[in-house]
């Protein structure tokens, strides 16, 4: 039985054929995926532009073959296209062939050789070789584990404009790996990451620019703290209200910190619980009502706040039974969504 290729990298999958079409109104060319008709005639082009001898078509007919429920008399046919287009330089071919090799699809796996044509196809400017070649070198695949170089080819990656491969240089420079610990070096790297959309990155800048003595700006962290929080990371969102609250890096606004919380907190936040449940308690921000600061506790305990518990038991006592009755009835609520909109309804946030 054939050995399954080895999964630590993969062959990126084609993009659907697609033909610009103008937009009368907007006066922009948009994209329209071909019907099942025209992508055939399309592959058909890329067939007869392969057997002619072209390199970058005979690239884009192996990565079909390799990718497209692939088998044995693909995989032979993919690797005869690809020598064929490695052979004359073409950085797709040589980096698909690099693949072919680390992968062990359709041929012996040989990762010294893999690791020596994803070099090549980097050093002629292909930015996917350059972030696998970061990974081989990071992870010491086909070679010794050598993160310098690996944040090399990371920066040549993010350069070319690899947002995942900015995210790694970015955390690498903040985490002293492969090189000295530069929080400068880190927050430009995390912004081109963040600018190119990458969420963990514009909650990385954020909290960059919050902590480090070296980038301090909260204002900015402020702004990259809510992007991150309309991305859904939780952590962001919590962050995000408490800035709200406090006035950190902007103006206070306490409508808008309740909202963020009780977006974190429905997304499992124990801290976001815990400080709704003390605006209950005290009547600041939201009003006073020791019963939903009760249950809100009670959650933040649930979703691993250590301390709620005991705030949760003080509160009970001051709280008249058929109230209780009436919040452990809230606290029967499918999910965190339910509960926090029986707690905390739309209008009050």
Known sequence: MPKRPDERFTIPRPEA????????????????????????????????????????????????????????????????????????????????????????????????????????????GNRDAARDLARAAAEGIGMAPDPGKALYWLRIAGAQGDSPSSL?????????????????????????????????????????KRRSPEVRDPAASRRWMREAAFSGIVDAQFRTGVASWSGAGGSVDQREAVRWLCRAAEGGSAKAASMLAGFFMTGNGLPLSPVRAWALFLLADALGDTGAAAMASMLERQIPQPELDAARAWLEAENAHAFLETVIPRSER
Do not use: M
């Not at 007869?48 to 390799?66: M, N, T």
């Not at 000295?180 to 990451?193: G, M, P, V, Y």
């Open 168 to 208: 790694a240089a970015g955390r690498a420079c903040r985490d002293s790996s492969g090189t000295q610990k530069n929080d400068r070096e880190a927050e430009k790297w995390l912004e081109r990451a963040a600018q190119g959309g990458v969420a963990e990155a514009q909650y990385e800048l954020a909290e960059l």
């Open 17 to 124: 054929f697609t033909l610009p079409v103008l937009d009368l109104l907007g006066g922009v060319a948009r994209p329209r995926v071909l019907t099942g008709a025209e992508a055939i005639a399309e592959l058909g082009r890329i067939e007869e532009k392969a057997r002619a001898g072209d390199p970058a078509a005979q690239a884009e007919l192996a990565r079909r073959l390799l990718t497209e429920d692939p088998d044995a008399r693909k995989n032979r046919r993919a690797l005869l296209l690809l020598k064929k287009s490695a052979a004359s330089g073409n950085p797709e071919g040589l980096h698909l062939l690099a693949l072919v090799h680390l992968r062990g699809q359709g041929l012996k796996q040989n990762l010294p050789e893999g690791v020596r044509l994803l070099e090549t196809a980097a050093y002629k």
